[in-house]
């Protein structure tokens, strides 16, 4: 064996040159061949390769077609089809890493879609065998039932696959206590690029080809044993190159406690670029059934760093997390709702930092001792009373997530300026870390920026990212900070990549790290793995410079064409100070898509929207698994749009094809971390589309449905009777591509509109003591009036004088009054516009004066607090919005400073429990409590939230014929099955079209708060 050579094949290196320039000729042949070879998905469009292009880091590279296969043994024939044209492969799970790793020319091969199943679970050997593509959460969810689970628990744990997290050797919160991947897994089968499968497992049990690539790697690591003592970083956290240490173990850690070799150690970390992976053994850990956790508050970031290797010493075996926030993230935290009220849980007056210090185990009284102790601890330090104590899991749980978020919360930032992902996961030995993280300070401020510190201090892997400009100066601050931070980590005896892999950021800096000795080394391994140089080439061997800009997604020709918005969307249109973080006033971004771009450009790829855990976002990725249906799929659609990239632009087929299964539900508006908006984007979309393509026939029945319905409602018998007639259904649908499946919202000739007026007039309202304005649309006034009468009664019981908002303009048919919310779901801004005017001048009279605006419909009333603020309504649209509640939000809002006694008294006891569905803009407005709590205004009620996604209506998606299947699914995702069982509860949901798809799909009738308030008001 010659162990000095490290240059790859020419005719390898060769390939990745001539892919790169993407024949299309190969192109064709690969995807032809694909198609007739396998029963995968072959995606080959532009935009599906833009999709495919970009990872959670700054990067972007097109790759030549993507690859979804249906099995695993698929894999193999794509990867023999890429051998046989000589195509390089790049393997992919949820597309989260930071480095760049999953980018690259030749065929993509996502796992995630399909290749995700658990193959053996073995609970008395503690192991379980899974496919690349299974995401680790769903893993842990299937295993808690057995009180075991794999302990890697990495933030981005709900989309981040086992398959991808072993390509990076990722590193959860709690690896102090269980290690990073590579100690936790026990066995691949892998291919390598010939086509052979392996079985990557214990040394001293191996033959054949794995036996030779064993003593292959055995005479390198003997061979270059004096540069593994002197060069390899001997912290815990070291990620980059490949584990040649596992023949002569150089981590903090032992690879294996019985310290015996496992070769799949070797593709641990590897990034794809050694084999690809078929299946991995984990190694499982018992899970702790008690955990307590200190929040130490500090008053100084440099003695909370400084604190750490302290604080690790506690315990005896039972601490699993020190974990650090620091006074940005903090602010940032009590700026985003969700998380407000969380932080506020855990900090004592206005601390620079605090540190989560987590002790777990199965004794929850020897937990709570040993948190006693962390306090005496920080007694003795100087800082009493610096401890929240946290011994119940709720408080604990909801501090973890906004620490989980840590780095989306941080992206929230507007403008160009970003913070960048390069030297963020440096780890350093624990006794350095305050003097480390000071001077890597400094070296931001010279560089004019700044950073936010957070994660990991028990490991000394602090999360930073200093915020630069990648279309400007940013890639050479980039360089210079690099420089900088690396002489630091050398000082400090540190490794420069603790967490986040090498890929195309850090691929430069292995060389620097460990020699050029074991570079060569490192080559040898690739060139004896991958000779034919397929799987992810010029990465961790010959990889390019970090900022080359040809390479990032913002790079040199990045440019956004010039176009006029029909919504505003001046407020992302800012710069911001890279080092005080604030933004210029809104409109003074130089954006030439007026906002829009940026606000699509918000997205950075980090993949939350894939999961599918918890919150609203994404139902229709959530159905279909795939990247285009996924909220970032779609912001790298428009992003490719709005950059030229797509031919086009937002006209084209392929936004179309990207916004069709956005249900407008606004998950991610609020479960996005960065905010992105896609259902308002898509209201922008749709508005272009229609310039040039105009309005399909359905679109027009539905967006003027509140124009006719005073006609409509006139000839009920006739409206009705596509509903009793299967033919007539059926020709609807081939008329208008209205689903003949579902039943259209039956028309009355006596309805709330036309009923006996109920109410004060305006001018009592205005003079009235306990005024309130009720805002009756469209829906519940013609097609559900019961709903209206009864949220009349309950507020007229309640003792308030309740007026009914009515049309001041009599210029256009109809009396009642409309938000415009149907005409804004077909993208129809101009038409809603009117009709929000009309609305708004409406209430202001109301609304400046103080007097509540309370709506039924969910997405209607919120419209008034969202879209109608974009729609140049100006100041009118601030005061009316300020003033605009849900029927549920009012209640509590009064209940709470004591004005419904007189309600409260006139309620009779619940009879059933009560299930609720929340409506999705509801849940995106954080309201659900409010629902819930209302409720309990009823004696004895007992009520029980349903813990689901969009229901899938979602306003007029849910009728079409085109969507008739993915309603459904979204629906019996979650919600539906929770209604069938909970046979006796009587179902609640606030959103009309929720009610449809419930009655629709389990033949219940689900009715609106306000009715069951009604219903139990004594008579
Ligand atoms: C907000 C945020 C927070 C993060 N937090 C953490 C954290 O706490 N800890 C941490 O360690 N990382 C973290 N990361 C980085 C990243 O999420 C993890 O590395 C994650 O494990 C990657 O999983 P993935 O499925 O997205 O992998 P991908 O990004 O898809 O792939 C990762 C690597 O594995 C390779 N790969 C994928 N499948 C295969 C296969 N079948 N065979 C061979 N190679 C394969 C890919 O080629 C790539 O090199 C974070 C990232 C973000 C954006
Ligand atoms: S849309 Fe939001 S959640 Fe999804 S990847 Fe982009 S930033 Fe992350
Ligand atoms: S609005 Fe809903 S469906 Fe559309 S991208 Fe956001 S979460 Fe997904």
């Keep these: 064996m010659n162990t000095t050579t490290a240059t790859l094949p020419d005719s390898a290196s060769h390939t990745y040159e001539q892919v790169a320039t993407a024949s299309n000729e190969v192109a064709g042949l690969l995807a032809k061949r694909l198609k007739t070879e396998t029963q995968g998905e072959v995606l080959f469009?532009?935009?599906?390769?833009?999709?495919?292009?970009?990872?959670?880091?700054?990067?972007?590279?097109?790759?030549?077609?993507?690859?979804?296969?249906?099995?695993?043994?698929?894999?193999?024939?794509?990867?023999?089809?890429?051998?046989?044209?000589?195509?390089?492969?790049?393997?992919?799970?949820?597309?989260?890493?930071?480095?760049?790793?999953?980018?690259?020319?030749?065929?993509?091969?996502?796992?995630?879609?399909?290749?995700?199943?658990?193959?053996?679970?073995?609970?008395?050997?503690?192991?379980?065998?899974?496919?690349?593509?299974?995401?680790?959460d769903s893993l842990n969810a299937s295993l808690k039932k057995h009180g075991v689970w794999f302990p890697v628990d990495v933030s981005t744990g709900a989309q981040a696959t086992l398959g991808g997290m072993a390509g990076n050797n990722s590193c959860g919160s709690r690896s102090i206590a269980y290690g990073n991947m590579?100690?936790?897994?026990?066995?691949?089968?892998?291919?390598?690029?010939?086509?052979?499968?392996?079985?990557?497992?214990?040394?001293?049990?191996?033959?054949?080809?794995?036996?030779?690539?064993?003593?292959?790697?055995?005479?390198?690591?003997?061979?270059?044993?004096?540069?593994?003592?002197?060069?390899?970083?001997?912290?815990?956290?070291?990620?980059?190159?490949?584990?040649?240490?596992?023949?002569?173990?150089?981590?903090?850690?032992?690879?294996?406690?019985?310290?015996?070799?496992?070769?799949?150690?070797?593709?641990?970390?590897?990034?794809?670029?050694?084999?690809?992976?078929?299946?991995?053994?984990?190694?499982?850990?018992?899970?702790?059934?008690?955990?307590?956790?200190?929040?130490?508050?500090?008053?100084?970031?440099?003695?909370?760093?400084?604190?750490?290797?302290?604080?690790?010493?506690?315990?005896?075996?039972?601490?699993?997390?020190?974990?650090?926030?620091?006074?940005?993230?903090?602010?940032?935290?009590?700026?985003?709702?969700?998380?407000?009220?969380?932080?506020?849980?855990?900090?004592?007056?206005?601390?620079?930092?605090?540190?989560?210090?987590?002790?777990?185990?199965?004794?929850?009284?020897?937990?709570?001792?040993?948190?006693?102790?962390?306090?005496?601890?920080?007694?003795?330090?100087?800082?009493?009373?610096?401890?929240?104590?946290?011994?119940?899991d709720a408080p604990q749980k909801n501090l973890w997530e906004v620490r989980k978020a840590g780095l989306n919360i941080m992206m929230s930032l507007k403008g160009d300026g970003k913070p960048v992902s390069f030297i963020e996961d440096c780890a350093v030995p624990l006794e350095h870390l305050a003097e480390y993280t000071d001077a890597l300070t400094q070296v931001f401020q010279k560089h004019g920026t700044k950073g936010t510190w957070y994660a990991h201090a028990s490991v000394g892997t602090l999360h930073v990212r200093p915020i630069l400009d990648m279309r400007r100066d940013g890639p050479l601050k980039m360089r210079a900070i690099a420089e900088e931070a690396s002489a630091l980590v050398r000082k400090f005896k540190g490794a420069y990549s603790g967490e986040h892999g090498d890929g195309l950021c850090r691929g430069e800096w292995i060389e620097w790290q460990f020699g050029p000795a074991l570079q060569q080394a490192f080559a040898q391994i690739k060139q004896h793995l991958d000779p034919l140089n397929l799987l992810s080439p010029n990465r961790m061997v010959n990889p390019p410079k970090m900022d080359d800009t040809s390479l990032m997604r913002f790079g040199n020709n990045y440019k956004i064409i010039p176009i006029q918005t029909a919504l505003d969307w001046s407020a992302w249109n800012v710069h911001n100070d890279a080092a005080t973080e604030q933004t210029t006033l809104p409109g003074t971004g130089q954006d030439p898509a007026q906002g829009l771009a940026k606000a699509v450009e918000m997205c950075n790829n980090n993949g939350t929207c894939r999961k599918f855990d918890a919150g609203t976002m994404c139902p229709s990725f959530r159905v279909t698994r795939d990247e285009v249906h996924a909220t970032r799929g779609r912001a790298n659609t428009l992003r490719l749009a709005l950059s030229g990239q797509l031919q086009g632009g937002l006209e084209s087929p392929e936004v179309k094809e990207a916004m069709d299964l956005c249900v407008g539900c606004k998950g991610c508006k609020r479960d996005c971390p960065t905010g992105v908006d896609m259902a308002r984007m898509k209201i922008e979309v749709q508005h272009h589309y229609n310039e040039k393509h105009g309005l399909q026939l359905k679109d027009k029945l539905i967006s003027n449905l509140p124009r006719y319905a005073h006609i409509a409602s006139q000839w009920p018998g006739l409206m009705n009777l596509r509903n009793q007639s299967p033919l007539l259904a059926k020709l609807a649908e081939s008329l208008t591509g209205l689903?003949?499946?579902?039943?259209?919202?039956?028309?009355?000739?006596?309805?709330?509109?036309?009923?006996?007026?109920?109410?004060?007039?305006?001018?009592?309202?205005?003079?009235?003591?306990?005024?309130?304005?009720?805002?009756?649309?469209?829906?519940?006034?013609?097609?559900?009036?019961?709903?209206?009468?009864?949220?009349?009664?309950?507020?007229?019981?309640?003792?308030?004088?309740?007026?009914?908002?009515?049309?001041?303009?009599?210029?256009?048919?109809?009396?009642?009054?409309?938000?415009?919310?149907?005409?804004?779901?077909?993208?129809?801004?101009?038409?809603?516009?009117?009709?929000?005017?009309?609305?708004?001048?409406?209430?202001?009279?109301?609304?400046?004066?103080?007097?509540?605006?309370?709506?039924?419909?969910?997405?209607?009333?919120?419209?008034?607090?969202?879209?109608?603020?974009?729609?140049?309504?100006?100041?009118?649209?601030?005061?009316?919005?300020?003033?605009?509640?849900?029927?549920?939000?009012?209640?509590?809002?009064?209940?709470?400073?004591?004005?419904?006694?007189?309600?409260?008294?006139?309620?009779?006891?619940?009879?059933?429990?009560?299930l609720v569905h929340g409506h999705c803009h509801q849940k995106a407005f954080g309201l659900m409590p409010s629902v819930t709590q209302v409720i309990q205004l009823i004696p004895q009620a007992k009520v029980d939230l349903i813990e689901s996604s969009c229901c899938g209506m979602a306003g007029s998606f849910g009728y079409e014929a085109s969507h008739l299947e993915v309603s459904k699914q979204m629906a019996e995702a979650n919600l539906l099955p929770s209604i069938r069982n909970n046979e006796d509860a009587c179902v609640v949901a606030d959103g009309t079209s929720c009610r449809h798809q419930i009655v629709d799909g389990t033949k219940r009738d689900a009715i609106h708060v306000a009715l069951l308030l009604a219903q139990h008001l004594i008579k």
Aim: with cysteine; glycine share 8%.
């Design 182 to 392: 590579v100690h936790n897994v026990l066995g691949a089968k892998a291919w390598l690029s010939n086509g052979e499968l392996l079985d990557f497992s214990q040394f001293e049990n191996s033959n054949g080809r794995e036996k030779q690539i064993g003593l292959f790697v055995k005479q390198l690591a003997v061979h270059h044993q004096a540069e593994l003592q002197t060069n390899w970083p001997k912290v815990l956290r070291r990620v980059a190159g490949y584990n040649l240490d596992i023949f002569d173990n150089q981590n903090e850690r032992p690879y294996s406690p019985d310290g015996k070799v496992n070769l799949s150690h070797l593709l641990v970390g590897s990034e794809g670029t050694l084999a690809m992976t078929q299946s991995l053994t984990l190694k499982l850990s018992e899970l702790p059934t008690a955990k307590v956790l200190g929040v130490v508050n500090f008053n100084s970031f440099h003695k909370a760093m400084d604190s750490a290797q302290h604080i690790v010493k506690l315990g005896s075996g039972s601490l699993t997390a020190v974990e650090l926030v620091d006074r940005t993230m903090i602010d940032l935290s009590l700026k985003i709702p969700a998380f407000a009220p969380t932080i506020r849980t855990a900090i004592i007056g206005e601390p620079e930092a605090i540190l989560l210090v987590e002790f777990a185990g199965t004794d929850k009284e020897k937990l709570k001792r040993e948190l006693k102790q962390l306090v005496a601890l920080m007694g003795d330090m100087g800082l009493p009373n610096s401890v929240v104590e946290m011994v119940d």
């Design 739 to 914: 689903s003949a499946e579902r039943s259209w919202p039956e028309w009355k000739k006596d309805h709330f509109f036309n009923g006996p007026r109920v109410g004060v007039s305006a001018e009592e309202v205005l003079k009235a003591s306990k005024p309130v304005v009720l805002f009756v649309d469209t829906f519940n006034g013609y097609f559900e009036s019961e709903n209206a009468w009864a949220a009349h009664d309950v507020l007229f019981a309640a003792g308030y004088q309740v007026h009914i908002a009515s049309r001041t303009k009599q210029d256009t048919p109809g009396q009642h009054l409309c938000c415009g919310r149907t005409y804004l779901a077909s993208g129809q801004v101009n038409k809603a516009k009117e009709h929000a005017q009309t609305l708004l001048e409406a209430l202001l009279p109301f609304a400046q004066k103080g007097i509540a605006i309370v709506g039924l419909e969910p997405s209607c009333l919120l419209t008034l607090r969202d879209e109608s603020l974009v729609m140049g309504l100006g100041e009118m649209a601030e005061t009316v919005a300020a003033h605009a509640v849900l029927f549920e939000e009012f209640l509590e809002a009064e209940n709470k400073v004591g004005k419904l006694d007189a309600l409260k008294v006139k309620l009779t006891p619940a009879q059933k429990p009560i």
């Design 45 to 136: 469009s532009t935009a599906d390769r833009g999709r495919y292009a970009t990872d959670a880091s700054i990067y972007q590279v097109i790759p030549l077609g993507v690859f979804v296969p249906k099995h695993a043994e698929e894999v193999a024939t794509a990867m023999a089809i890429c051998r046989d044209l000589k195509v390089p492969i790049v393997p992919r799970g949820g597309g989260t890493s930071q480095c760049g790793q999953t980018t690259g020319v030749g065929l993509v091969i996502d796992h995630s879609k399909h290749v995700r199943n658990i193959l053996n679970l073995d609970l008395q050997a503690g192991t379980v065998e899974v496919q690349p593509g299974m995401v680790l």
